[in-house]
């Protein structure tokens, strides 16, 4: 199975701010990898998927790189409701695989 | 509007058999796939199996032995059975809709279900 490293673990900033989510996989993926946001009390909600393409009605502050086996994903201007957990998942082959997960949190 | 709602059993015994439901609406699981993910308390997400839109089953390897995925297509549910529960298969279930045929990501999810294994 493919194994996804996400880093950092905890991240802390404020509204307004960009931050940067990374995610590694132990072999490469090509371009096929998703980030889901995850609150409490909430359905996960799928951001990006095959690298880059931004899921309809997500806003356009966030943004996905990458290939091969490094990925990141940019939040732009941090709004309040931003704040929560964040997931990369490989959907490269099978299974799919996720990443430990990353908590953005409110500085 | 899509929606996916898990529903099972809170608490279970060690030994016992899992039973969760995913009541799906909005799109039919004849035209969907869709996927069970599990989540242990304060850990990352793990992809159980799915059942895919013609009927046929797939299980995480580390977990077939103790799985069944099936559904009742003229209620659109889905149902996942794990039998020989031990503590660590404590956690949330999810039930997730695969965004379209031959690719592995998720696009609506349930609320998930808190399952905890304890005598």
């Known amino acids: 199975d493919v194994q996804m490293t996400q880093s950092p673990y905890n991240l802390a900033a404020s509204p307004g701010e960009s931050v940067s989510i990374n995610c590694k996989a132990s072999k490469s993926i090509s371009k096929y990898l998703a980030w889901y946001q995850q609150k409490p009390g909430k359905a996960n909600k799928l951001l990006i998927y095959?690298?880059?393409t931004l899921q309809s009605g997500i806003p356009s502050r966030f943004s996905g790189s990458g290939s091969g086996t490094d990925f990141t994903l940019t939040i732009r201007s941090l709004e309040p409701e931003d704040f929560g957990l964040y997931y990369c998942q490989q959907h490269n082959e099978y299974p799919p695989t996720f990443g430990a997960g990353t908590k953005l949190e409110l500085k | 509007q899509v929606r996916l709602k898990e529903s099972g059993p809170r608490l279970v015994q060690p030994s016992q058999t899992l039973s969760v439901t995913c009541t799906v609406s909005?799109?039919?699981?004849?035209?969907?796939?869709v996927s069970w993910v599990r989540q242990p308390p304060g850990k990352g997400l793990e992809w159980v199996g799915a059942i895919w839109k013609g009927g046929s089953t797939d299980y995480n390897s580390a977990l077939k032995s103790r799985l069944s995925i099936s559904r009742d297509t003229s209620k659109n549910q889905v149902f996942l059975k794990m039998n020989s529960l031990q503590t660590d298969d404590t956690g949330t279930y999810y039930c997730?809709?695969?965004?379209?045929?031959?690719?592995?990501?998720?696009?609506?999810w349930g609320q998930g279900v808190m399952v905890t294994v304890s005598s």
């Open positions: 997730a809709k695969h965004s379209r045929e031959l690719v592995y990501y998720f696009d609506y």
């Open positions: 909005g799109f039919s699981v004849t035209s969907y796939h």
């Open positions: 095959d690298g880059s």
